[in-house]
């Protein structure tokens, strides 16, 4: 039975994410095309609302084309890899109080692990094509999610610290005491690293060089088509809405907000994810994008003695404090 | 004249993200603006006449068939040699036309065909979606030509009194048109009637150019 | 039975391991059908190697076939994106060999078409830009201006793209009172525009990082390598043949050439965006100052031309005026050889005309400016990253069109 519920819920969590991912698609086109003084999609539906279930149909319907030369495999398990543990990573996330599928006490690494992973389907992507372009954008993927794993996993030990520890739910009730019950006045460089390397770690402008289309044609996802395509598509959604979430739940106090909202507890933590959400839409529309080693001199010169200096400046908070 | 750079951003500035806040301020403005996209297939773009579209032979009402007299300028002036003229001579010694056709697949859109008429017999109409999945549909011979022309009157509302600004260009002389296409013109077609710059023009034209002294200017 | 190999890195006699990727000719950022073969460390360029010839269309021979006249019709198709500027450079030339006169308000007419082309090119071209380093915003704000001048130019010849405008001796169409109040609409609202782009990425912190010193061409080197127009320009050269060898109205124009100083992408983009605020200022000159006159000059040769000047084209009976009589009575052809360079959007665009007396040329070369330009690009591309490639690419503002001719 317990079994059975719980299934039902990992059901739901799926669908209402997978939903959220269509038509995460289609605010960002829309968006970005009002933004650009356009429509964005106008033609399926009212206002194109039903575009992002005809481009799932037709996707799922597209030859799934497998390059001659590729290596067939580690081509046909980069997608999964990468869509996976994504989804995995979903599991825990505490969308409002008690509502989170699998409580775990090392939440904040676990989610680390999977995003890692999923850099992994980028990797074999790249490689397993066996295309110049997709290798050369997964050798970026590969460089730069380890480069930006660091800053970003630097940023967040000051929320660890101030809070004393890794569960999400945990360090969402710990910010109760701070200023407005959120960690992102004291934790104000962590939250600036934080985000420069999510934007990083998900893969957007201005940090989109695995797939940087002008450079690499469309990078590692150059050879992939039909489904596969979609299924690296969701992935690098579902991680913006992780990513997303942790900052939402490190920085910006989860679910509470400034008064209770009756039957749906999660609703500040939706509104501020869709804020973040809104924030990386925006930032696509205005930002140009940096070059391969101008990306690197920034993780490496910039964003982790940061995140260092924020440590330093946390402990000795703490211990002025206590 | 040395090209000016804006002066480099202060230290403040570069903390605070003030470029970059700028530009999304940009951004986040248009958000709100009213979007400039023509909804094609609902919304047609502007035409104007002398618009180099698909080729049409006018139906003469007189006669009810094409003005085409053969004289054979329109294929001589046509860089890309796609129009084919077959004529017999008649009864009186004029030339009967057998075949008129346009090869639109080799067709550049020049409009040199319409300029060089002496009868105002060929224009290129306002008519631009007439794509086709086979080659034949696309290669027009009279019978087609004509119907397009009717085609054209019907769906724009034009009547025979239709001008097209390849026949007449606008600013030319009419002593240097053909009979047949010294035609009602807007007032802005003609050399009389053309814009004249601001600072150029004096209130009373010292001496209006005639359509004669240009001839001879 | 097809063998799956690892990835194909050649290496060649065990001491080439040298990352070999042929960029084009279908790649987003290559403008067209260039192809580029690189030899990559890493991501750094080691060579740099140019290939052209995807678009060729032997213009130059087309054009033996054809006369003076109908030629105008094959340079729409060269620089595709400012194709009034090329009318007017190919009408200069021949008008140079054939000695025909152009009255003052075709001249006016000619120079402000150019210049619309200028900013409709330029327009173009920053878009293209901004989009290849990722700006993708700039590229519709762009779109946004380029299509008022497109539709005035339907307007004002029926056509978008391939105008075919110009006449030898003068222009095809009068402007009219409503072509000119809309384009001074245009004028007066640009400047706004401009800033709008300039407050997206002139001074955006990763824009600066991907143009400054990115692709530096010194003085000397950019005039080694031909290199004309804003790319010239933005290494300090001061030459633009619109204010040193004037023609058609521009030496009574009032404007200043932008020049740059350090031949970086950056200082080629800020000249091009100076040049944005000049070309504007001109087309505010031409309105305010556009002469009344006559559009041809009365020795302005017929669209029909002989194709050799004995040859009389037997006409019908409703001749007997002047547009349609030849004028085969006089020295129309002559014989001889004349180079005439005009300043297109991208630089400097030549006609090289051999006649031997006929209607049609016998041999027309085009001194293209794209062509040198990619030429050039195996100079500068040497030791840059990809990604510069593609900035200096879309700096140098080539249009393969141009090139492969």
Redesign the interface.
């Known amino acids: 039975m317990q079994i059975l519920i719980l299934l039902l819920q990992i059901a739901m969590v799926m669908a209402i994410v997978l939903l959220h991912v269509a038509y995460l698609t289609y605010f960002e086109r829309k968006?970005?095309?009002?933004?650009?003084?356009?429509?964005g999609p106008?033609r399926v539906g009212w206002h194109g609302l039903l575009q992002p279930i005809a481009d799932g149909i037709k996707s799922f319907f597209k030859e799934d084309i497998i390059p001659?030369?590729?290596?067939?495999p580690l081509f046909l398990a980069a997608p999964i890899i990468c869509l996976v543990t994504m989804l995995a990573a979903l599991a825990v996330l505490p969308f409002a109080e008690g509502w989170v599928l699998a409580d775990i006490n090392i939440g904040l690494l676990f989610i680390f692990a999977m995003s890692s992973l999923a850099s992994y389907g980028i990797i074999l992507a790249g490689?397993a094509s066996?295309s110049?372009?997709t290798?050369?954008g997964g050798m970026?993927s590969m460089a730069q999610v380890i480069s930006y794993e660091i800053p970003m996993g630097l940023s967040l030990v000051g929320v660890m610290m101030l809070s004393g520890s890794l569960n999400l739910s945990e360090i969402v009730a710990a910010q109760g005491t701070s200023i407005f019950s959120i960690y992102l006045f004291p934790q104000i460089i962590g939250f600036f690293v934080f985000f420069i390397a999510m934007l990083a770690e998900t893969n957007r402008?201005?940090f989109?060089?695995p797939e940087?289309?002008?450079?690499?044609?469309s990078g590692y996802i150059t050879e992939y088509s039909g489904m596969r395509y979609a299924m690296f598509f969701m992935a690098e959604y579902i991680g913006m809405m992780i990513l997303a979430s942790i900052g939402t739940v490190c920085f910006l106090g989860g679910w509470n907000g400034p008064f209770v909202i009756p039957f749906f507890p999660p609703f500040w933590f939706i509104l501020k994810v869709y804020g973040f959400l809104f924030v990386f839409i925006?930032?696509r529309?205005?930002?140009?994008?940096?070059?391969?080693?101008?990306l690197m001199a920034i993780g490496w010169k910039l964003l982790i003695p940061l995140a260092l200096l924020n440590i330093f400046l946390t402990g000795l908070f703490k211990a002025l404090v206590h | 004249m040395k090209v000016q750079y804006k002066a480099k951003r202060n230290l403040l500035q570069t903390i605070l993200q003030v470029e970059i806040l700028q530009g999304l301020a940009l951004t986040l403005r248009k958000l709100f603006s009213r979007p400039i996209t023509r909804q094609y297939p609902d919304e047609k773009p502007p035409m104007y006449a002398g618009f180099r579209g698909q080729h049409a032979l006018v139906r003469d009402p007189l006669t009810n068939a094409s003005k085409c007299i053969g004289c054979m300028r329109c294929a001589t002036v046509c860089p890309s040699r796609c129009i084919h003229i077959k004529t017999h001579p008649g009864d009186s010694g004029q030339r009967l036309i057998d075949q008129y056709a346009i090869d639109v697949l080799r067709c550049v859109f020049c409009g040199y065909c319409v300029e060089v008429c002496p009868v105002g017999a060929i224009t290129m109409t306002e008519v631009f979606e007439y794509a086709s999945y086979d080659r034949e549909a696309i290669y027009f011979d009279q019978e087609i030509l004509l119907a397009n022309w009717d085609r054209f009157l019907e769906q724009t509302g034009y009547d025979d009194t239709y001008v097209n600004p390849f026949w007449r260009p606008r600013g030319t002389l009419e002593s240097r048109l053909a009979a047949a296409m010294r035609r009602d013109v807007p007032a802005d077609w003609t050399i009389e009637g053309q814009f004249v710059g601001t600072k150029v023009r004096q209130p009373p034209a010292s001496k209006p150019i005639t359509d004669t002294e240009a001839a001879h200017a | 039975m097809t063998k799956t190999t690892t990835l194909d890195v050649q290496v060649a006699d065990g001491a080439d391991d040298k990352y070999r990727l042929k960029m084009g000719p279908q790649h987003p950022a290559t403008h067209g059908v260039l192809r580029v073969d690189l030899e990559l460390d890493g991501e750094t360029i080691d060579k740099c190697d140019p290939q052209v010839g995807y678009l060729h269309r032997g213009f130059e021979k087309l054009a033996e076939h054809r006369t003076y006249a109908q030629n105008i019709v094959l340079t729409d198709r060269l620089d595709y994106i400012a194709a009034m500027a090329n009318n007017v450079g190919y009408c200069v030339a021949v008008e140079k060999l054939l000695a025909i006169d152009v009255p003052p308000r075709a001249q006016f007419i000619r120079v402000m078409v150019c210049e619309m082309a200028r900013i409709s090119s330029h327009l173009l071209w920053l878009a293209t830009h901004a989009l290849d380093i990722g700006a993708m915003t700039v590229f519709l704000y762009c779109f946004r201006e380029r299509e008022v001048l497109l539709e005035l130019f339907a307007e004002l010849c029926g056509s978008r793209l391939t105008n075919t405008y110009t006449r030898l001796g003068g222009v095809r169409q009068d402007v009219t009172h409503s072509i000119m109040l809309k384009l001074q609409r245009f004028v007066d609202e640009f400047p706004d525009h401009i800033a709008e782009y300039e407050t997206l990425i002139d001074t955006n912190r990763i824009w600066l990082k991907r143009t400054i010193g990115i692709g530096p061409i010194s003085a000397d080197k950019a005039v080694d390598l031909c290199l004309t127009g804003p790319s010239l320009r933005g290494s300090g050269v001061d030459y633009d043949i619109r204010q040193h060898v004037p023609y058609a109205a521009y030496d009574q124009m009032d404007f200043e050439v932008p020049v740059g100083e350090t031949g970086d992408t950056y200082a080629r983009y800020r000249c091009r965006m100076e040049e944005f605020r000049q070309s504007n200022n001109i087309l505010r000159q031409c309105i305010e100052r556009m002469p009344p006159g006559p559009i041809l000059g009365k020795d302005a040769p017929d669209l029909i031309m002989p194709a050799k000047p004995g040859r009389k084209i037997e006409f019908d009976a409703v001749a007997g005026n002047a547009l349609i009589k030849l004028i085969d009575n006089r020295d129309l052809y002559m014989e001889g050889d004349v180079y005439v360079a005009t300043e297109v959007p991208k630089g400097e665009l030549g006609f090289y005309f051999i006649s031997d007396g006929m209607g049609r040329p016998y041999r027309m070369h085009i001194r293209s400016p794209s062509f040198l330009h990619i030429g050039a690009l195996a100079t500068i591309g040497q030791g840059v990253m990809i990604a510069d490639l593609i900035a200096i690419i879309g700096t140098l503002d080539v249009v393969l069109g141009e090139c492969d001719r």
């Not at chain 1, 968006?31 to 429509?39: A, F, K, L, P």
């Not at chain 1, 001659?68 to 067939?72: F, I, P, S």
């Not at chain 1, 940087?212 to 044609?217: C, K, P, R």
């Not at chain 1, 529309?285 to 101008?294: F, W």
């Open positions: 968006i970005i095309g009002h933004m650009q003084v356009r429509m106008m001659q030369q590729a290596d067939k490689w066996n110049k372009y290798f050369l970026r402008v201005p989109d060089l940087a289309e002008t450079e690499l044609v925006w930032i529309a205005t930002l140009p994008r940096y070059r391969y080693d101008q």
